[in-house]
Structure formats: structure tokens, C-alpha cells
T-cell receptor
Framework: DAKTTQPNSMESNEEEPVHLPCNHS???????IHWYRQLPSQGPEYVIH???SNVNNRMASLAIAEDRKSSTLILHRATLRDAAVYYC?????????????FGTGTRLTVIP | SAVISQKPSRDICQRGTSLTIQCQVD?????MFWYRQQPGQSLTLIAT?????????ESGFVIDKFPISRPNLTFSTLTVSNMSPEDSSIYLC??????????FGPGTRLTVT
């Protein structure tokens, strides 16, 4: 699987939007972009995934660059509960890659 | 979705002993995964366990050290054998759903003294 690059940490004020960037310049045409997050003392949880088009769900939005070499996870209104480590992961389902390769992720701190 | 439970939630063990971690899923799943998360680090995949076949181990992990059982579609165990302090980690199991989401258990926090 191609690798991703994320900032080590970010801060946001509560109730403000958060944009978490991810670079994946070596992404292949069959790589899906997945985001997971890990709250303190918990296992990771799925956030969102996409291939080419922007995606929205109840948790977040995923904006994918036109050349697919970068993406941004958008939390529309950060809450204290959103403080977590966010992982951007590429998965090639065509190649049968079912496992997740976790990089270092971005640690999000939400300031009350 | 899938709900996953793990036992034990935490344990303190002496070096040289073994610990078996159980992972129970509330639905039948084909693939289960075992991860390790060392203190302050990200997750690393140990192995993939399919029911009815041998587990597939990632580079750096061997069956003698981390034997895995997968007796049915809702259950798996991971044993950490002949433990040393370097095995102190959180061990997590996960399953893949049909919609490409992985669901993770709460983890087992292991401390080896």
C-alpha cells in the first residue's frame, strides 16, 4: 500500500471547523482513502472513506484533491469528544489488501 | 456493524509466561485481524486470521511467538508466548465488514514485568 504523510499534531477551538490534511503523492488508481480515529484508551474507529469524489457522512466530510495526491478530513464543528489521533490510510481493494497500515497519524487537541 | 469484545481487558504477567487473549464478535465474519500497539506508538498488524486456515503473519511476527486460533466465524485467540518486557503493549483485534469498514475491539493492555 502507498504511504501517507500527516502533521504530527493540530489544535482546534471547540465548535470551530477542523481541516486535517493528508498527503499521498504515490497513490494508485485503485487506492481508496480511509480515515480512522483513535480516542484515548479505545480501539480505532472508522470515520469515512472515498475514492475520487468528496464524501459526507454524519461524522465528517472528506475532500479529495482532483489529482488524488492529497485529501482533507473536515470536522465541521469540533467538540471535546473529537480529541483523538486521526489516521489517513490507503487501501487497495483490487490487490486484496484487507489489512490497514497505520502511519503515525495526527493528534488533534480540542481547546474548550 | 460489528461489536467486538476482548478478554482480558488488561493483565500484568511475569516474563517467561504466556497469555492468551480472546476476541469475540457478535456476528459471523470471514477475516479477523490482530494488531499490536506499543506504548506511544501507532498500530502494527501482527497477523490475519481466516476461519479454517492458518493465520498469515506479517514480517517480524512468527507463529511460535504469537500462535493464533480461529475455531469459528465469531471467535479468535492470540497467545503471546514466552513473554518479555518488550511485549508490553496493547493488543487489539478487528474484523472487516461487508462495507469495507474495520471494527476494533477495546484492546488488551499487557504489562510484562
Amino acid at each position: 500500500d502507498a504511504k501517507t504523510t500527516q502533521p504530527n499534531s493540530m489544535e482546534s477551538n471547540e465548535e470551530e471547523p477542523v481541516h486535517l490534511p493528508c498527503n499521498h503523492s504515490t497513490i494508485s488508481g485503485t487506492d481508496y482513502i480511509h480515515w480512522y480515529r483513535q480516542l484515548p484508551s479505545q480501539g480505532p474507529e472508522y470515520v469515512i472513506h472515498g475514492l475520487t469524489s468528496n464524501v459526507n457522512n454524519r461524522m465528517a466530510s472528506l475532500a479529495i484533491a482532483e489529482d488524488r495526491k492529497s485529501s482533507t478530513l473536515i470536522l465541521h464543528r469540533a467538540t471535546l469528544r473529537d480529541a483523538a489521533v486521526y489516521y489517513c490510510i490507503l487501501r487497495d481493494f483490487i490487490a486484496g489488501a484487507n489489512n490497514l497500515f497505520f502511519g503515525t497519524g495526527t493528534r488533534l487537541t480540542v481547546i474548550p | 456493524s460489528a461489536v467486538i469484545s476482548q478478554k482480558p481487558s488488561r493483565d500484568i504477567c511475569q516474563r517467561g509466561t504466556s497469555l492468551t487473549i480472546q476476541c469475540q464478535v457478535d456476528s459471523q465474519v470471514t477475516m479477523m485481524f490482530w494488531y499490536r500497539q506499543q506504548p506511544g506508538q501507532s498500530l502494527t498488524l501482527i497477523a490475519t486470521a481466516n476461519q479454517g486456515s492458518e493465520a498469515t503473519y506479517e514480517s517480524g511476527f512468527v507463529i511460535d511467538k504469537f500462535p493464533i486460533s480461529r475455531p469459528n466465524l465469531t471467535f479468535s485467540t492470540l497467545t503471546v508466548s514466552n513473554m518479555s518486557p518488550e511485549d508490553s503493549s496493547i493488543y487489539l483485534c478487528s474484523v472487516e465488514s461487508g462495507d469495507y469498514e474495520q471494527y476494533f475491539g477495546p484492546g488488551t493492555r499487557l504489562t510484562v514485568t
